[in-house]
T-cell receptor, first 111, second 116 residues
Framework: DAGITQSPRHKVTETGTPVTLRCHQT?????MYWYRQDPGHGLRLIHY???????DKGEVSDGYSVSRSKTEDFLLTLESATSSQTSVYFC??????????FGPGTRLTVL | AQTVTQSQPEMSVQEAETVTLSCTYD???????LFWYKQPPSRQMILVIR??????QNATENRFSVNFQKAAKSFSLKISDSQLGDTAMYFC?????????????FGQGTTLQVKP
C-alpha cells in the first residue's frame, strides 16, 4: 500500500469556523490531489498539486484553499466551513499523471 | 468534457458466481487511461485494475478482468468466482493524458453485494 495518511480521520465542526485537513505521504510522489465524495456524485476533484508550491483548482474548488510547502504534505483548508461542505475528503498521490493511490479519507461534518 | 456513466446503481451476485459491472464514457481524446476502484465498507479506495487506451489487450488481475471496447467507449469489469470480500462500491474512472494534470473523472459508482 502506498504510504498515505490523512488527519484527522473524523471531524465535527460548526458553520463559519476554519478547518484544515492534512495529507501526508512517504512515497516522495510529485502529484497530490484532494477529492470530495458525496452520494450520487462519485469523487470530485477540489484542488491538486504538481510540485512544492505549485497548485491548481479542480472542478469544485469554491470555498477551499490548499498549500504545499513540502513534498510530503498537502493541506486543504475550508476558510469558513458551511453545511454543504459536509462530506468525505480523500487525498490521492501519483508519481506521474497516471495511477493515483488514495488515503483512508476524512469524514467531515459541519453543523 | 469527459463524462463517465455507471448505469447500475446496485447489483448482487451469489458467492462463487460471475458478475459484470458496466461503465461507459464519453471523450474526444484518443490517449487515456481507464480504472476500476473498489470501496469496501472501510471506505478505503482500492485500485482494482487499469487499462491503457492504446492497448488492445484487455487487462486482467487475478479474478478481475475488463472488457474494453474503445469504439463503443465501454469499459466493463468482470469479477469471477465472487467472494464475500468483493462486497463493495465499485467506481469506474477516466484519466486523460492531454492536460498533464492527472485529473480523474469518476462515475457515480455501483454497489455490489455478494451473497453467501
Amino acid at each position: 500500500d502506498a504510504g498515505i495518511t490523512q488527519s484527522p480521520r473524523h471531524k465535527v465542526t460548526e458553520t463559519g469556523t476554519p478547518v484544515t485537513l492534512r495529507c501526508h505521504q512517504t512515497e516522495n510522489h510529485r502529484y497530490m490531489y484532494w477529492y470530495r465524495q458525496d452520494p450520487g456524485h462519485g469523487l470530485r476533484l477540489i484542488h491538486y498539486s504538481y510540485g512544492v508550491k505549485d497548485t491548481d483548482k479542480g472542478e469544485v474548488s469554491d470555498g477551499y484553499s490548499v498549500s504545499r510547502s513540502k513534498t510530503e504534505d498537502f493541506l486543504l483548508t475550508l476558510e469558513s466551513a458551511t453545511s454543504s461542505q459536509t462530506s468525505v475528503y480523500f487525498c490521492a498521490i501519483s508519481g506521474d499523471t497516471d495511477t493515483q493511490y488514495f488515503g483512508p479519507g476524512t469524514r467531515l461534518t459541519v453543523l | 468534457a469527459q463524462t463517465v456513466t455507471q448505469s447500475q446503481p446496485e447489483m448482487s451476485v451469489q458467492e462463487a458466481e460471475t458478475v459484470t459491472l458496466s461503465c461507459t464514457y464519453d471523450t474526444s481524446e484518443s490517449n487515456y487511461y481507464l480504472f476500476w476502484y473498489k470501496q469496501p465498507p472501510s471506505r478505503q479506495m482500492i485500485l482494482v485494475i487499469r487499462q491503457e487506451a492504446y492497448k488492445q489487450q484487455n487487462a486482467t488481475e487475478n479474478r478481475f478482468s475488463v472488457n474494453f471496447q474503445k469504439a463503443a467507449k465501454s469499459f466493463s469489469l468482470k469479477i469471477s468466482d465472487s467472494q464475500l470480500g468483493d462486497t463493495a462500491m465499485y467506481f469506474c474512472a477516466f484519466l486523460t493524458l492531454s492536460s498533464n494534470t492527472g485529473k480523474l473523472i469518476f462515475g457515480q459508482g455501483t454497489t455490489l453485494q455478494v451473497k453467501p
